[in-house]
C-alpha cells in the first residue's frame, strides 16, 4: 500500500483529470459615469501701442491665449486661429470673461466688448461659417455667464472652435495696456468620436 493512503482501498495518490469548463456567466450591469467637464480657452494681452480701433471690426482671439503689440483683425486674407475639439461632441453652455487693464489710459466710461463664439469646419469670406453666438457689451471686468444658446463643438459635427472680440464703437476706445480672457465650458459626457475607438 503507498503510503500517502491513509486507508485500504483508497489512494490519493494519483489525480484526477480536470473536468470541463463551465459556461461563462452573464456580463453585470454598468456602472455609474462620473461627471465630464471641460474648459477651451482664448485671449490676447496687448503690450503696447494702440490695442483696437473703433470700427466695430472683429479681432480674433488666440487659443491658450497670446501676448502681441496688435491685435489679430479677422479679414478676408487671414487664417482664423483656431481650436480644434477631439470629442465626439462638447456642448458649451457657459463663458468665463476676464477683461483688465489699466483704467486710468481710458478717458470716461470703460471700454464694452462683443464676443462671438463660431463653431465650425468651413470658412467664407475670413469668417467661419455658419453665424456665431454672440455674448453682447461685456464691461472691463470679471464675469460669468450662460449662454442665451448652447453651441456644440466636435468630431460629430463641426470639429473647430474660434472666438472674436469686437470694441463697441459708442463706447471707450481700449488702450494699451489690455488683457482679454474668455474660457468656454462645457459640462457633457464628453466621449471620444467614434473614429478614435
Known sequence: MPKCCPQPNYCCCKKGTTGEKGEKGPTGPTGLRGPSNENFVFGWTGISGNSFGSDNRQYWLIPGGQIGKNPYLAGNTQPVPSMAVAYGNATITHAAIHISGDPSAWAGASPQFTFRIYSFCEVGSGVPQPKPVTIPRIEYKCTCIKLDSPITAGCAER???????????????????????????????????????
Do not use: G, M, R
Open 159 to 197: 470639429q473647430a472652435l474660434a472666438v472674436s472680440v469686437t470694441p463697441q464703437q459708442d463706447s471707450t476706445t481700449p488702450a494699451n495696456p489690455i488683457s482679454i480672457s474668455i474660457a468656454l465650458y462645457s459640462k457633457s459626457q464628453l466621449n471620444a468620436p467614434e473614429v478614435f475607438l
